[in-house]
């Protein structure tokens, strides 16, 4: 039996137990009637790609259209991620393809190697997915049905292709449109060498899969076979992966050294500084995948450009249904007709849609807002015991504000910095709560790292205003169980001293924009909620210079 053949039914078991694989309907298809061509597309290493062409029914052979393309591990024939598919045929489920055939585009998807029909190795995120996007883009724009413009678009994994293709700028590539991209995948798996844990859905959406599962999900995926009615090219390249790559893959997505030429040559951060090629990004704060993290790093190191973003109160997803915000095709579809299909219009919105964790919506410039003021808070100090799995006050140091006077309006990055005694081997995490007048308390945000001498956090964004007479809660622990994977260390750290740094906005805002809230939202004011105690509330209350930096409501 082969390594792969081992690998597979392996992972095809623990995935059934996690309800990954359960047989379901189909999605639906498209949608609107389509012509539909298949191409394979060499790359210059030899590694042959396998492309999807989809064009509006009756246009002629020779018609030349705008392109938008996805390029994607999750495509092939018989299964999009891990929902099997029934009907054979280009896999679109989730694509906005009847919006972009009405609208005269031809759409384009692509398998990154190894995945789906195309022949090679996967490298998550390396130098030869890199180059599929890159040669796919160029390939796209030099065909006989094409203007030469092509525009990216995807969610998640097909976010991050779409970001390699702006860090590489092939010929031809006029625009991107990435919601809930990867960046920088060794953020995506760790947090300063904490792997994360991502949800087990369908069954769960709390966090259960350690990131180490990750790569390893990829290769059941890369070890999907063609169907019967796919070519003989096909069905020979979705089978094809080698012992060697299937160890090299695992080994390199489970190290959590940072420092590895593996991760470091896929950090695209630094080579998306000054971008100008235009941008359409978004990204959920209460994303339970790729988290809002370094993609604002990107965001506010663009180069001139019409670029454009969402971020909000929404999970992993675009926000065409998802996120309760009525026209973002309408702004997706102007951003392609403008700058792919080069046609004279003005893409409706604002430059940042903003999605407050209030149900409210509003316009800005920039995000974080340039009146985001940064207010440092010294926390309580105290030992905390490095145990995990069951809670207890041994785990935790409170500090907690008196019931604010009025509205402050978290926007921006936290950040905290810890001067620690304890083993390395131990971990310190930090969150914020808003706690309410009853004492229940909404997580905010969070961040972890290793416990050193000095431990500096930085924790997810996020856009949150916290109403008057509720409080601010600051909780430094070990680890919340269900987001980050840490084997107990089973010592006392002990913290020496502790500053939060706090976004707030200096200027008061009032929401601009109509918008509803979002299924994750609804659950995480559900979920992310903890009542805390008299001995708790009553014991961590301390000053906080809070008084009034937003200013009256």
């Known amino acids: 039996m082969t390594v792969g053949s081992v690998l597979l039914r392996g992972l095809a078991g623990v995935l059934l137990m996690l309800g990954v694989l359960a047989p379901v309907t189909a999605a639906d298809p498209v949608g609107v009637p389509y012509q539909w061509s298949q191409s394979f597309i060499t790359a210059p290493d030899g590694t042959r790609l396998h492309a999807d062409i989809l064009r509006p029914e009756g246009i002629a ?90 525009g990216m678009i995807g969610t998640s994994y097909e976010a991050w292709t779409g970001m390699m293709a702006l860090a590489a700028a092939p010929a031809g590539l006029a625009a991107v ?75 390199n997505t489970t190290n959590h050294d940072a420092s590895t030429p593996f991760w470091r040559e896929r950090d695209l951060v630094a080579e998306l500084r000054g971008n100008t090629i235009p941008l359409f990004v978004g990204q959920g704060f209460l994303d339970y995948n790729t988290r809002a993290y370094r993609i604002f790093d990107v965001w506010n190191a663009l180069g001139p450009g019409d670029h454009r973003a969402w971020f909000g109160q929404w999970g992993h997803s675009d926000c065409d249904s998802k996120c309760g915000a009525p026209d973002f095709a309408t702004q997706l579809l102007a951003f392609f007709d403008k700058h792919v299909a080069d046609r004279d219009i003005e893409v409706p919105g604002p430059r940042v849609t903003v999605g407050q964790f209030d149900g409210g919506w509003r316009s800005e410039t920039a995000w974080p807002p340039a009146d985001s003021r940064r207010i440092p808070i010294d926390l309580r100090t105290g030992t905390y015991t490095d145990r995990g799995l069951l809670p207890g006050p041994d785990r935790e140091i409170w500090s907690i504000s008196e019931p604010l006077s009025t509205t402050q309006h978290i926007s921006g990055i936290p950040t905290a910095t810890l001067r620690l005694s304890g083993p390395p081997t131990a971990t310190v995490a930090v969150e914020l709560f808003d706690i309410a007048p009853d004492g ?81 939202w609804a659950k995480w004011r559900v979920q992310k909620v903890r009542t805390l105690g008299p001995e708790v509330l009553n014991n961590a209350v301390m000053p906080m210079n809070l008084s009034n930096e937003t200013g009256p409501r």
């Open 440 to 520: 229940r308390g909404t997580i905010i945000t969070r961040g972890i790292a290793p416990v050193a001498d000095t431990a500096d956090i930085r924790l997810l964004a996020q856009d949150w205003p916290i109403i008057a007479g509720h409080r601010l809660g600051v909780r430094i622990t070990d680890v919340v169980d269900d987001v980050w994977s840490h084997a107990a260390a089973n010592a006392q750290v002990t913290v020496l001293a502790a500053r939060l740094d706090l976004p707030l906005l200096s200027i008061p805002r009032t929401p601009d924009l109509t918008g509803g809230t979002s299924e994750a």
């Open 177 to 251: 449109a990435a919601f809930g991209p990867d960046v920088d995948p060794y953020a995506y798996m760790y947090m300063q060498g904490v792997a994360w844990k991502f949800s087990g859905k369908p069954v769960t959406e709390s966090g259960i899969r350690p990131a180490e599962m990750t790569g390893f999900e990829h290769l059941l995926i890369a070890s999907t076979p063609g169907r019967p009615d796919d070519s003989p090219e096909y069905q020979s390249n979705a089978v094809q992966i080698s012992a060697g790559c299937y160890e090299q893959y695992a080994a």
């Open 61 to 150: 052979a020779d018609t030349r259209t705008p392109v938008v393309m996805t390029v994607s591990p999750y495509r092939s024939h018989t299964a999009y991620l891990s929902v099997p598919r029934l009907e054979g045929g280009p896999s679109t489920d989730d694509l906005h393809v009847a919006m972009f055939l009405n609208a005269g585009y031809t759409y384009v998807i692509v398998d990154l190697r190894g995945y789906g029909g195309s022949s090679g190795c996967p490298d998550f995120g390396g130098p030869g997915e890199r180059s599929d996007v890159a040669t796919a883009v160029a390939w796209a724009a030099g065909q006989p049905w094409s203007t030469g413009r092509v």
